[in-house]
C-alpha cells in the first residue's frame, strides 16, 4: 500500500493554509499583494509499467506561489509624502548595500539630510539632474537619490513686469481737462517738480514690489497720462494722437524717473519712459516706444545700495483702450526675495515641489517607477519589498503617466489587495482538503493492518 497520495494531499494543504493565513497577517500591510498557491499533480509511470493508459498518480505538489499584482484601494491620510501608484510601476528604492528593490508602500518621509525614505531607511529615486530654470528633471545622469535641498531659496531680482488692464478711451488728458489750471502745453509731471503726485496731473497709477539682488524690495509706480492732442489734419480738423498714453515708473516714491525735475527729459537717464499707442479696436501697436527686453529700463543704483541696479521692462501687450472703466487686471513680475523651504508636495506626474516662505515654488525632482514584464517572477524579500530577477523583465525606469506605469496620488496610500471574505472561505475548503487527506491515510492503515490481519 502508498501512503504517498495522501501525505502529499496534507502537504500542499498546509502550505495553502501557510499561504493563506499569511494573507490574513498582511490584511494592513501597506502595499502588500495577496499570494494564491498553484498546485501541480505528480504521475510515476514505473507503478503499473509502461502502460501510459493505467498510470496512477502519486499525488500532488504546489508548482508555485502566485502573487496578484491587481490594484488595492486608495486611503486618504494627511501626510504629503505618502503616495500611491494608480496603474502598473513600482517606486525605486535603493539600499546602501545591495542592488535597487521596488516596492507599492509609499509611505515616505524626509530625512534631516533632505533625502526622502522608507520608514526602514532605504532612499526614494528618481530623476534630480540639473536642469535650467523651469524645465524639468530629465532622465540624463540616470536614477539618483532624491535629495530636497536644504538651503533656503536664494533672492531672484526683478527683470520682468506684466501689467494687463484696460484705459478708459473717454478719458482726456490733464491739459484738456483742467485747462484753468494746466496750459494746453502741460506734460506730466508738474514742470515745478512739486506737488507732482497731484492726481489731476495723470489719469491712473498702479503699484507693485520689486526686488533687487539682495531680495531688498521697492515699489514702482506706474503713471498712466494720456497725450494732449497737439495737432489736426484739415479740413476734416480729426486729431492726432487721440489714443497715445505715456507711462511714467516712480521708484519708492521718488520723482519719476526719466525727467529733471522741471519735467523735462533727463539726458542722463534716457529711454525710461513707454509711449503706448492704440489702434481703432482698442489694442495696443507694437512695438511699444520705450525700454525694452534687449534694452531694459535701468534704475539708477543709489536706489539700490549694496546690490545690483533692478533692470527690467515691462510687457504691455495684454493693455486695451476701450469705452469704460479703467482696471487693471493683471499686474506680476518675476522677481522674490529669498525664503526657506516650508513644505514639500508630489503632482501626479511625479515631479516633487519645494514651497518657500517667500510663496514661491521650485521643480526639484521627479519620481521614477518601475515596470515588468513578468512582475510574478519578482522575489519577495521583506519589508514590502521586491527584486528582479532574470525571470521578471526589468525594463528602463520611467516617469509617472508614460505607458503602463500608471500616475502617483499624494496623500494617498495603497492597501493591501487582500479579500478578506475569500481568504476565509479559502481556508474553510483547504482545512476539509486536510481532513480529506487525513482519511485517505486512515484508510490506507485499515487497509493495510486487513492485510496483515490475513493469517
Given at each position: 500500500?502508498s501512503?504517498?497520495?495522501?501525505l502529499?494531499?496534507?502537504?500542499?494543504?498546509?502550505?495553502a493554509?501557510?499561504?493563506?493565513?499569511?494573507?490574513?497577517a498582511?490584511?494592513?500591510t501597506i502595499?502588500?499583494?495577496?499570494g494564491?498557491?498553484?498546485?501541480s499533480?505528480v504521475?510515476?509511470?514505473?507503478?503499473?509499467?509502461?502502460?501510459s493508459g493505467?498510470?496512477v498518480?502519486?499525488?500532488?505538489?504546489?508548482g508555485?506561489?502566485?502573487?496578484?499584482?491587481t490594484?488595492?484601494?486608495?486611503t486618504?491620510?494627511n501626510?504629503p509624502?505618502?503616495?500611491?501608484?494608480?496603474?502598473d510601476?513600482?517606486?525605486?528604492?535603493?539600499?546602501?548595500n545591495g542592488?535597487d528593490?521596488?516596492?507599492?508602500n509609499?509611505?515616505?518621509?524626509?530625512?534631516?539630510?533632505?533625502?526622502?525614505?522608507t520608514?526602514?531607511?532605504?532612499k526614494?529615486?528618481?530623476?534630480?539632474s540639473?536642469?535650467t530654470?523651469?524645465?524639468?528633471?530629465t532622465?540624463?545622469g540616470?536614477l539618483?537619490?532624491?535629495?530636497?535641498?536644504?538651503v533656503?531659496?536664494q533672492?531672484?531680482?526683478t527683470?520682468?513686469v506684466e501689467?494687463?488692464?484696460n484705459?478708459?478711451?473717454?478719458d482726456l488728458?490733464?491739459?484738456?481737462?483742467?485747462p484753468?489750471?494746466?496750459?494746453?502745453t502741460?506734460t506730466?509731471?508738474?514742470p515745478?517738480?512739486e506737488?507732482w503726485?497731484?492726481?489731476?496731473?495723470?489719469?491712473?497709477?498702479?503699484?507693485?514690489?520689486?526686488?533687487d539682488?539682495?531680495?531688498k524690495?521697492?515699489?514702482?509706480?506706474?503713471?498712466f497720462a494720456?497725450?494732449?492732442?497737439?495737432?489736426?489734419?484739415?479740413?476734416?480738423?480729426?486729431?492726432?494722437n487721440?489714443n497715445?498714453?505715456?507711462v511714467y515708473?516712480?521708484?519708492?516714491?521718488n520723482?519719476?524717473l526719466?525727467l529733471?525735475n522741471?519735467?523735462?527729459?533727463?539726458?542722463?537717464?534716457?529711454?525710461?519712459?513707454?509711449?503706448?499707442?492704440?489702434n481703432?479696436k482698442?489694442t495696443?501697436?507694437?512695438p511699444?516706444?520705450g525700454?525694452?527686453a534687449?534694452?531694459?529700463l535701468?534704475?539708477?543704483?543709489n536706489f539700490?545700495?549694496g546690490a545690483?541696479?533692478?533692470?527690467?521692462?515691462?510687457?504691455f501687450?495684454?493693455?486695451?483702450?476701450i469705452?469704460?472703466s479703467?482696471l487693471?487686471t493683471?499686474l506680476?513680475?518675476?522677481?522674490?526675495t529669498?525664503?526657506?523651504?516650508?513644505?514639500v508636495?508630489?503632482?501626479?506626474?511625479?515631479?516633487?515641489?519645494?514651497?518657500?516662505?517667500?510663496?514661491?515654488?521650485?521643480?526639484?525632482?521627479?519620481?521614477?517607477?518601475?515596470t515588468?514584464?513578468?512582475?510574478?517572477?519578482?522575489l519577495?524579500?521583506?519589508n514590502?519589498?521586491?527584486?528582479?530577477?532574470?525571470?521578471?523583465?526589468?525594463?528602463?525606469?520611467s516617469?509617472a503617466?508614460e505607458?503602463?506605469?500608471?500616475?502617483?496620488?499624494?496623500?494617498?496610500?495603497?492597501?493591501?489587495?487582500?479579500?478578506?471574505?475569500?481568504e476565509?472561505?479559502?481556508?474553510?475548503?483547504?482545512q476539509?482538503?486536510y481532513?480529506?487527506?487525513?482519511?485517505?491515510?486512515?484508510a490506507q492503515?485499515?487497509?493495510l493492518?486487513?492485510?496483515?490481519?490475513?493469517r
Amino acid at each position: 500500500m502508498s501512503f504517498q497520495q495522501g501525505l502529499s494531499g496534507l502537504s500542499v494543504s498546509s502550505k495553502a493554509l501557510d499561504i493563506i493565513s499569511n494573507n490574513v497577517a498582511n490584511t494592513n500591510t501597506i502595499g502588500f499583494k495577496t499570494g494564491s498557491a498553484i498546485f501541480s499533480d505528480v504521475f510515476a509511470a514505473s507503478l503499473t509499467g509502461s502502460n501510459s493508459g493505467k498510470q496512477v498518480g502519486v499525488g500532488a505538489t504546489l508548482g508555485a506561489v502566485r502573487q496578484t499584482f491587481t490594484q488595492g484601494n486608495l486611503t486618504t491620510t494627511n501626510n504629503p509624502l505618502d503616495l500611491a501608484i494608480n496603474g502598473d510601476g513600482f517606486f525605486v528604492v535603493g539600499r546602501d548595500n545591495g542592488p535597487d528593490v521596488y516596492t507599492r508602500n509609499g509611505q515616505f518621509e524626509l530625512d534631516k539630510e533632505g533625502f526622502i525614505r522608507t520608514p526602514t531607511g532605504e532612499k526614494l529615486k528618481g530623476f534630480q539632474s540639473p536642469v535650467t530654470p523651469g524645465a524639468l528633471p530629465t532622465p540624463i545622469g540616470g536614477l539618483k537619490d532624491i535629495q530636497i535641498p536644504i538651503v533656503g531659496s536664494q533672492p531672484m531680482p526683478t527683470s520682468r513686469v506684466e501689467i494687463g488692464g484696460n484705459l478708459d478711451a473717454n478719458d482726456l488728458s490733464a491739459a484738456e481737462r483742467y485747462p484753468q489750471l494746466f496750459g494746453s502745453t502741460f506734460t506730466f509731471p508738474l514742470p515745478s517738480g512739486e506737488n507732482w503726485q497731484d492726481a489731476r496731473t495723470y489719469n491712473y497709477s498702479t503699484s507693485i514690489k520689486a526686488y533687487d539682488s539682495l531680495g531688498k524690495s521697492h515699489e514702482l509706480t506706474f503713471y498712466f497720462a494720456k497725450v494732449t492732442p497737439t495737432d489736426t489734419v484739415p479740413p476734416s480738423s480729426v486729431k492726432l494722437n487721440e489714443n497715445t498714453w505715456k507711462v511714467y515708473t516712480s521708484v519708492d516714491g521718488n520723482y519719476p524717473l526719466g525727467l529733471n525735475n522741471d519735467g523735462s527729459p533727463n539726458p542722463a537717464q534716457p529711454n525710461m519712459v513707454w509711449t503706448l499707442t492704440f489702434n481703432e479696436k482698442g489694442t495696443v501697436n507694437t512695438p511699444i516706444a520705450g525700454p525694452t527686453a534687449a534694452d531694459p529700463l535701468t534704475i539708477p543704483a543709489n536706489f539700490t545700495p549694496g546690490a545690483n541696479p533692478i533692470r527690467f521692462h515691462v510687457d504691455f501687450t495684454d493693455m486695451r483702450q476701450i469705452g469704460g472703466s479703467y482696471l487693471i487686471t493683471e499686474l506680476t513680475q518675476d522677481g522674490y526675495t529669498g525664503g526657506e523651504l516650508a513644505g514639500v508636495s508630489v503632482g501626479r506626474d511625479g515631479v516633487v515641489t519645494g514651497r518657500y516662505t517667500n510663496g514661491e515654488t521650485r521643480e526639484l525632482a521627479q519620481l521614477a517607477l518601475q515596470t515588468f514584464r513578468n512582475p510574478n517572477a519578482l522575489l519577495s524579500i521583506g519589508n514590502n519589498f521586491w527584486e528582479a530577477t532574470t525571470e521578471s523583465g526589468l525594463t528602463a525606469p520611467s516617469k509617472a503617466g508614460e505607458g503602463v506605469a500608471g500616475v502617483v496620488s499624494a496623500g494617498m496610500i495603497e492597501d493591501a489587495n487582500v479579500e478578506l471574505t475569500n481568504e476565509l472561505v479559502q481556508m474553510i475548503v483547504q482545512q476539509r482538503n486536510y481532513q480529506a487527506n487525513a482519511q485517505s491515510i486512515k484508510a490506507q492503515d485499515q487497509v493495510l493492518q486487513t492485510l496483515v490481519n490475513l493469517r
